[in-house]
């Protein structure tokens, strides 16, 4: 069935741009409107909103004012670092970064007012960035603000946040990690060839504090994790999280960095995994949270893949069905993957040890 559906998109995402060198390629951005464009898939139902950008009070429903002003004043000189290195402050970064916290409003916005079920903002899930500080390619924390505006301007008490990006959603976790905003965050996690992959949080341990306790979920997995054993991990713990709490709205970071193909995660999935995890996902937005359904980008760095994975998702949430059957068919991945018992293995051990440390704290 199609839903009404919203992709947000504005010219100015092409500016959050690091450099010719940087892995994060702004382009896919436009490339992946454009698929979709081709796939035909907009209609009277879906349809693409250019957003307006954020004010600087809408940026400080989570960061301070003194870092929103050092950001600006940086990227007007153009020169040095946001972060530790990863993240350079360039002309242009500043107001590319209000456009893209502009979408993630907007579709909270579109969502809230009823205009539309679901929304996906492709240059949204920067969800690295701190109260104080950018961090991971990620300035501002659109997720973490999104959640904070239908908090604050639309009076919600339950929502939850699933991360599926291969990196741990370290920024919006310790955004909410002392209150009951349900954040789930499936990474890669431990050790690998250059020490500890990044940012290195996200071990189950961290459950949340105070009122946040049992709120913080993370489920770290090793690096090679492939579609089958993603997925058992995704449908034994999601799922059961998101009935129990009942949240009002489901906002979920779909990076696509986990995909085989992209040369920073060393995750192995497909996307047989993005259209399972989408179609899960809003099912279970229609069935506990009245529909709504926010999306947001984030990682994946092989350029190719990027508007595939994210054309199939979009597809998936939108249930369009494709007018160029044969288009259509080529975004999915052939059957790739060897799979290695001993990686099934960690994995299990890991649902298990998720499952005894989080499920007690809800009561079941
Ligand atoms: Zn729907
Ligand atoms: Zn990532």
């Known amino acids: 069935m199609t839903d009404k559906t919203a992709f947000l998109y504005h010219g100015d995402y092409l500016d959050y741009n690091f450099g010719p060198s940087h892995p994060l390629k702004p382009k896919r951005y436009k490339d992946t409107f454009e698929l979709l464009q081709k796939l035909g ?14 004010s600087e009070e809408d940026l400080m429903l989570v960061h301070s004012q003194e870092y929103v002003q050092r950001v600006k004043r940086m990227c007007e000189k153009g020169t040095g670092h946001l972060d530790y290195g990863d993240t ?17 409003i907007l579709g909270a916005n579109l969502i809230m007012s009823g205009d539309v079920n679901h929304a996906f903002n492709v240059g949204g899930g920067l969800h690295h960035a701190t109260r104080n500080s950018a961090a991971g390619f990620c300035v501002f924390n659109d997720v973490a603000i999104a959640a904070r505006h239908l908090q604050k301007r639309h009076g919600l008490k339950r929502i939850a946040i699933v991360d599926v990006d291969g990196h741990h959603g370290d920024g919006t976790q310790w955004t909410f990690y002392k209150e009951p905003i349900l954040t789930i965050s499936l990474h890669r996690y ?42 058992e991990a995704f449908s034994e713990i999601v799922p059961p999280l ?30 047989k995994s993005y259209v399972e995890v989408s179609s899960t996902l809003h099912n279970l937005a229609h069935e506990f949270s009245g529909g709504r359904y926010l999306v ?61 440390t989080i499920f007690p704290l809800h009561g079941s």
């Open 190 to 231: 431990g050790g690998g060839l250059f020490g500890r992959f990044y940012p290195g949080t996200g071990d189950i341990d961290e459950v949340g504090e105070g009122a946040g306790k049992g709120y913080s979920v993370n489920v770290p997995l090793p690096m090679g994790t492939f579609d089958e054993a993603y997925l």
């Open 88 to 104: 350079p402050a360039r002309k242009g970064i500043y107001e590319a970064s209000c456009a893209k916290v502009g979408g993630s």
């Open 296 to 356: 947001f980008g984030g990682g994946g760095y092989e350029p190719a893949n990027v508007s595939r994975c994210w054309a199939v998702m979009f597809m998936t949430v939108a249930g369009v069905t494709p007018k160029n059957e044969e288009m259509y068919r080529a975004l999915f991945d052939k059957d790739v993957k060897t799979r290695d018992p001993r990686i099934f293995e960690k994995v299990r051990k890991t649902i298990k040890d998720v499952k005894k």
């Open 41 to 54: 898939v907009f209609n009277e139902e879906v349809k693409h909103y250019k957003p307006d950008y954020a």
């Open 242 to 271: 998101i009935e129990k709490y009942r949240p009002e709205i489901l906002l979920n970071q779909f990076g696509v960095d986990t995909h085989y193909q992209d040369p920073l995660v060393g995750l192995s999935l497909t996307t």
